[in-house]
């Protein structure tokens, strides 16, 4: 191994003259929203559902709004997609009698309320509304619902396969190596669950008993290659936690907040946060007894640049659940270990 400060070049970013992300070694996040609502624009627009069959006309005019968030992370290469967005989208229709004149012109909305990456292989909800409730402007409804929606469905789904691929992203990556858009991180276990096998750390860690009884204090020691802003950032971010953990996660950063990770499996709230030097939280399992939290203290210190050492201590630990599982404490700091500081260092490139 490299001395520090002698090692590959492309993981030093802020020394860089030009601030260049070479390769796309280091995280990078772009935003996708723009992007979404072009293409969205391009697919589910003017898409003709019916010209005269049954004397009906009918199809999508335009993009009336796409909301929520949007955005692709790269790391070495790899795309992680996330977006959670609501689409509306307008349509019109026409019914004529045999003699083709006009018996009614109708318009009406497709809402599209919740299309996210962790329901990606699954067709959305779709409504599709008319603004005219008379029997013409139902049967226009209906049928758009019988014709139109396994078409705008595919187009639907030709958006989400562009997105996993990179999405605007994407030709920035082309020529840089083989991507695999379809990779996914391994969905980590909850931390209380079964127990991990080991993996290489440089973890100093001590578990001891704390002088309440029933209740322990873990300890661990851990050294990332990065400055200490890096590891704070990503640990307020829950997108980064979505990213390195492929579960959902909601991390107020404000002092009081409450925070909710692996897919709400540990819950808790903000006691003191000082900007790239501390956390302090009330932390627990949805599985311990109801009320009970630990404490949590995160520091971060930097004794020489780009060396960033974060010291845990996880005071009132039960020794076991509500359940009876006494492995409360072994699988709380195994879960540390190798769920949140092994798979940072994994994920954003901060091992040793």
Same mark, same amino acid.
Request: aromatic share 8%; net charge neutral.
């Given at each position: 191994?490299?001395?520090?400060?002698?090692? *590959?070049?492309? %993981?030093?970013?802020?020394?860089?003259?030009?601030?260049?992300? !070479?390769?796309? %070694? =280091?995280?990078?996040?772009?935003?996708?929203?723009?992007?979404?609502?072009?293409?969205?624009?391009?697919?589910?627009?003017?898409?003709?559902?019916?010209?005269?069959?049954?004397?009906? %006309?009918? +199809?999508?005019?335009?993009?009336?709004? !796409?909301?929520?968030?949007?955005?692709?992370?790269?790391?070495?290469?790899?795309?992680?997609?996330?977006?959670?967005?609501?689409? @509306?989208?307008?349509?019109?229709?026409?019914?004529?009698?045999?003699?083709?004149?006009?018996?009614?012109?109708?318009?009406?909305?497709? *809402?599209?309320?919740?299309?996210?990456?962790?329901?990606?292989?699954?067709?959305?909800?779709?409504?599709? $509304?008319?603004?005219?409730? $008379?029997?013409?402007? +139902?049967?226009?409804?209906?049928?758009?619902?019988?014709?139109?929606?396994?078409?705008?469905?595919?187009?639907?789904?030709?958006?989400?396969?562009? /997105?996993?691929?990179?999405?605007?992203?994407?030709?920035?990556?082309?020529?840089?190596?083989?991507?695999?858009?379809?990779?996914?991180?391994?969905?980590?276990?909850?931390?209380?669950?079964?127990?991990?096998?080991?993996?290489?750390?440089?973890?100093?860690?001590?578990? @001891?008993?704390?002088?309440?009884?029933?209740?322990?204090?873990? $300890?661990?020691?851990?050294? /990332?290659?990065?400055?200490?802003?890096?590891?704070?950032?990503?640990?307020?971010?829950?997108?980064? %936690?979505?990213? /390195?953990?492929?579960?959902?996660? +909601?991390? $107020?950063?404000?002092?009081?907040?409450?925070?909710?990770?692996?897919?709400?499996?540990?819950?808790?709230?903000?006691?003191?946060?000082?900007?790239?030097?501390?956390?302090? +939280?009330?932390?627990?399992?949805?599985?311990?007894? *109801?009320? =009970?939290?630990?404490?949590?203290?995160?520091?971060?210190?930097?004794?020489?640049?780009?060396?960033?050492?974060?010291?845990?201590? @996880?005071? *009132?630990?039960?020794?076991?659940?509500?359940?009876?599982?006494?492995?409360? !404490?072994?699988?709380?700091?195994?879960?540390?270990?190798?769920?949140?500081?092994?798979?940072?260092?994994?994920? /954003?490139?901060?091992?040793?």
């Amino acid at each position: 191994m490299a001395k520090f400060g002698e090692g *590959d070049k492309r %993981w030093i970013v802020e020394d860089r003259p030009d601030g260049a992300n !070479v390769h796309n %070694w =280091h995280w990078n996040e772009k935003d996708c929203l723009p992007w979404s609502k072009k293409r969205l624009g391009e697919l589910l627009e003017n898409i003709v559902i019916l010209e005269g069959e049954g004397g009906l %006309w009918v +199809q999508t005019t335009n993009i009336e709004s !796409v909301t929520g968030d949007a955005y692709v992370n790269i790391r070495k290469g790899k795309i992680i997609p996330g977006y959670e967005i609501a689409i @509306q989208v307008a349509w019109k229709g026409e019914a004529k009698d045999g003699s083709g004149n006009s018996l009614a012109k109708v318009t009406g909305t497709l *809402d599209f309320p919740y299309v996210a990456d962790e329901n990606a292989d699954e067709d959305p909800e779709l409504k599709v $509304s008319v603004k005219d409730e $008379s029997p013409v402007g +139902q049967r226009l409804r209906d049928a758009f619902l019988a014709k139109g929606k396994p078409i705008v469905l595919k187009k639907l789904a030709q958006f989400v396969k562009e /997105f996993a691929a990179g999405g605007p992203a994407k030709d920035e990556l082309e020529g840089k190596g083989p991507i695999k858009a379809s990779e996914k991180s391994e969905k980590p276990r909850p931390l209380s669950g079964p127990v991990i096998k080991d993996a290489p750390t440089s973890a100093a860690r001590d578990t @001891q008993p704390k002088g309440k009884e029933g209740f322990k204090t873990i $300890s661990l020691t851990e050294k /990332f290659h990065c400055r200490p802003h890096n590891l704070y950032d990503i640990l307020m971010n829950d997108r980064s %936690w979505k990213a /390195f953990t492929s579960s959902n996660a +909601q991390i $107020s950063k404000e002092k009081g907040g409450m925070f909710s990770i692996f897919d709400g499996a540990v819950t808790g709230v903000n006691v003191k946060l000082e900007e790239n030097k501390l956390i302090v +939280q009330k932390w627990r399992f949805n599985s311990w007894a *109801d009320g =009970h939290y630990s404490n949590v203290i995160l520091s971060f210190e930097e004794p020489e640049v780009g060396l960033t050492i974060v010291k845990l201590t @996880q005071t *009132d630990v039960p020794d076991e659940d509500r359940y009876g599982n006494a492995t409360v !404490v072994e699988n709380t700091e195994r879960g540390w270990r190798d769920l949140i500081f092994h798979k940072i260092r994994a994920v /954003f490139g901060f091992g040793l």
